[in-house]
């Protein structure tokens, strides 16, 4: 049994800590952090602190905070033996002030009080020693099937690449409620296209899903959604996009 | 127990078969397309014909042909009784020639091969007499709980909203999937969070769901972001959607 502790008290600490706890192969003899408000929710299942002077010992310290704050938090744990990991997509491993450290990137989107099902999301790990490395992968392989060896700078490309298909998509889903708003439709007319749109891609490839009148080159089709379109942000969207998609099929025309 | 004629046999007039066949309350009584070798599909399960002079009598004629050939086919139907629909996004009703018509527009991405369940995709139902209306109501609820009466102008603005959630988005996918492979990594580690963020949107609206470098206005991380991309037309796109993200959110910060 590898005992852990988290260090901080958001939405990633709170969706580690249940899927540590679900495990039942992890023990987090401790959680960290400086919210004394969201140590409550987890004071009936561990210890918790807000002193940082006063950290358990444990296999492995999971760093679970703002990107701007690992640095200082991972300070407090210089004198210690386990591993520090931080959690970040885009923080070089290097941020980290002890020698033993690593990373552990779960590569998801995590939402408040809505439960994922960790066993299916990759966690992406790094560590300058072999034996962390071990160590790390069977941390991980306790709550996930899919667990990567990654080095920082992949995982600085996976999180621009997590950018696009998460933050980016997820605007164009409002421009979408916005254009239905418009008209007096309601946004749930579109969201079973949304999960289909998604579901798709998970056994095609989504070069070979395309769709729609760019990739046909249909000029009239695209010239009349134009007329349709009001919001200056939305038209130049729809010109950019529509022009890649053109030109990244031209030659299948 | 309505019956119905099919016109096409593609991608669409194939689920929309088989969704009627699966209902048990509507009798397709006749498949009608030019494709010889596509009709073979139907011949066991229904009458076949590739003769647009001799389609047989029906309470609704669907067209599931391309946009373009919508009106020509329409032509063949101008001394039936039936009510002739045709099932594009964006083509005016009126391009029906006869004049007992109306449209009947599943609201869903088909793919070829790839089953999906029509009793959740939304059918938007036009017709200019109200007993047609009624009649195409009665069809569409056979084989789905979500029917909308939506007018043309509405159904144009809901295509385009589409254009963005499905077509656009899926490029965006590939744009992840592009970056993925540049680094060697599989494509696979992207699926689970693309599902995430379709899954999201389900209950939550997209302007809550929002999160990323962009809507924090986080300078230093869309700046390492930009540094990190080669492809032109990708940096273009962050920053279009970065700054539409920005400015959307701007007041919140």
């Not at 998609?245 to 299948?252: G, S, V």
Request: aromatic share 8%; glycine share 6%; hydrophobic share 40%.
């Amino acid at each position: 049994m590898l005992n852990v502790v988290i260090l901080g008290t958001g939405n990633l600490a709170k969706h580690v800590f249940g899927a540590f706890s679900k495990s039942g192969k992890v023990q987090v003899v401790q959680l960290v952090g400086r919210n004394q408000e969201s140590l409550k929710d987890f004071a009936t299942q561990t210890t918790t602190s807000d002193d940082f002077y006063s950290i358990l010992d444990a296999d492995v310290y999971v760093i679970a905070v703002k990107d701007d704050a690992i640095a200082e938090v991972s300070s407090y744990l210089k004198d210690k033996k386990g591993i520090v990991v931080h959690t970040s997509g885009v923080v070089e491993m290097s941020a980290i002030e002890p020698e033993n450290r690593g990373v552990f990137y779960p590569l998801q989107t995590f939402t408040k009080g809505k439960a994922v099902d960790f066993s299916t999301i990759p966690i992406c790990i790094e560590a300058d020693a072999p034996q962390s490395l071990e160590t790390l992968r069977i941390l991980a392989e306790t709550i996930s099937e899919k667990v990567h060896e990654i080095d920082s700078e992949q995982r600085k490309k996976l999180h621009l690449a997590a950018v696009f298909v998460n933050n980016f998509t997820n605007y164009l889903y409002g421009v979408g409620e916005e254009i239905c708003l418009e008209e007096g439709l309601p946004f749930d007319l579109l969201q079973p296209l949304i999960m289909e749109t998604a579901e798709k891609v998970q056994t095609l490839s989504p070069k070979e899903a395309q769709t729609g009148p760019a990739r046909r080159n249909d000029e009239k089709s695209m010239a009349s959604h134009l007329e349709l379109l009001k919001n200056e942000k939305h038209i130049a969207i729809y010109k950019l996009l529509s022009e890649a998609i053109k030109q990244a099929y031209e030659k299948e025309l």
